[in-house]
């Protein structure tokens, strides 16, 4: 089969909660507290699924990882809960966090087409800004190296140092003139952010084009605006997504943006780059919708598709700048909201929820492919299985840690990887 780009989303994990951990995250930190609704956040996220799968689409699902975390909280030496200590109360929600499920911070991914070996390679991010993400790597790592075991086809590499802080594939983006031709690869970092911590490093992203055999000629730098993580951008991927040939933006995404499209034209001279004027759509009203936070996909028939949130559609100047740009006949020809609300509230958006990895199916494991029966019965395990709500207030608990346990290794069984419990 020829390369297609396979989205992996991942599953929303039954200790889905919203303890406000994500310094930045403006969605995050105002839903601090509230009751979250874990079956109805998977169920959500595989209702996305379903939905690209309809349209013809590869889709491949990542399992969530084991939470609450044994090894962080030994490490931390959290034992029995002491409810008068703060510190402690956040530490042991860290260790229950559910935050794996935005697979776009699971790794950065570069095809065959561009790289020097002509496999795909892979390197876990280390998301060591973070505390409740920095104990994703490992077990992300397990995963990556069960779908990507083909050593033909696939190199997945161990995260960079952690010295220098790298998010994964949501602040890297991919353009080219087909999935299948080489591309050219934009890394963005952050080097300020104000009150907000810029996430990403310059030299972990110059250190991922190294391990993945870049050709500098195919590799672009570009700092992230300083004004863009002000304002909760915390990821590029909350202002800007690319597909193929198109890079859809916010004017105030990029640091230098008059010169960061110069230099995209110079190396890809068919890029089509779309900008959306702060003067139609604030930074404000793209960061709080989640605009760019969404799937910018090549339809089967050629079509390109935005899958955004509800959020983004029902915000005023959005839908008008969407309906405006569509009607005009820009690049972007459909676009197609989706109900993903639960991740929404707690700081991510469709992009968030998937990692982008251009393969041939046939090369990655099947037990990490998806299609309508296996939805289904996923489908099946997490109304059966996954809490109904979570108050923060019950992290911790031996009774909500034997269910979220059991849910998730009943899920594993279903989907047949053993390996992972």
């Not at 996923?378 to 840690?401: K, M, N």
Request: glycine residues 6%.
């Amino acid at each position: 089969m020829p390369l297609v780009e396979i989205n992996f989303d991942g599953l929303v994990g039954p200790s889905h909660n919203y303890a406000g951990l994500s310094l930045g995250n403006l969605a995050s930190a105002s839903n601090a507290g509230e009751v979250s609704y874990p079956r109805a956040a998977a169920l959500q996220g595989l209702a996305k699924m379903r939905h690209n799968i309809g349209l013809g689409l590869a889709q491949g699902l990542f399992a969530p990882l084991p939470r609450p975390n044994p090894v962080f909280l030994r490490a931390l030496g959290l034992g029995a809960i002491n409810e008068s200590d703060v510190a402690q109360r956040r530490l042991r929600a860290a260790a229950w966090s559910a935050s794996s499920m935005w697979t776009a911070n699971a790794a950065t991914v570069s095809p065959a087409p561009d790289t020097l070996d002509g496999r795909c390679h892979l390197t876990a991010a280390n998301l060591v800004t973070m505390p409740h993400r920095s104990q994703e790597w490992p077990d992300t790592l397990r995963q990556l190296r069960l779908a990507f075991a083909n050593a033909q086809a696939f190199v997945v590499h161990d995260a960079v140092p952690p010295c220098f802080g790298d998010e994964g594939a949501a602040n890297h983006m991919r353009m080219c003139a087909s999935h299948e031709a080489p591309g050219l690869e934009i890394f963005v970092y952050g080097t300020t952010g104000g009150a907000f911590p810029a996430r990403q490093h310059e030299q972990a992203s110059r250190a991922v084009a190294r391990l993945h055999g870049l050709a500098p000629k195919r590799c672009l730098f570009i700092e992230q605006s300083p004004e863009a993580i002000a304002a909760g951008a915390f990821h590029n991927d909350v202002v800007a997504v690319a597909n193929e040939r198109v890079l859809f933006t916010h004017e105030q995404a990029f640091a230098d943006p008059d010169g960061t499209y110069a230099a995209i034209r110079e190396r890809l001279p068919e890029a089509e780059i779309v900008v959306v004027p702060a003067s139609t759509v604030s930074l404000a009203d793209a960061i709080r919708s989640y605009l760019f936070n969404a799937q910018l996909l090549t339809l089967p028939s050629g079509e390109m598709a935005l899958v955004i949130p509800l959020e983004a559609w029902e915000t005023p100047s959005v839908r008008g700048w969407l309906e405006a740009h569509m009607a005009s006949n820009g690049p972007i020809r459909r676009v197609l909201p989706v109900d993903v609300r639960q991740s929404m509230a707690n700081g991510g958006g469709p992009a968030c929820l998937r990692l982008r990895v251009v393969a041939d199916p046939a090369t990655v494991d099947p037990r990490f492919l998806l299609d309508e029966t296996k939805v289904a019965k996923v489908e099946a395990v997490v109304a059966a299985h996954w809490p109904e709500q979570i108050d923060p207030v019950d992290l911790g608990r031996e009774t909500l840690a034997r269910s979220v346990i059991a849910a998730r290794a009943t899920l594993l069984e279903m989907v047949q990887l053993p390996e992972l419990i």
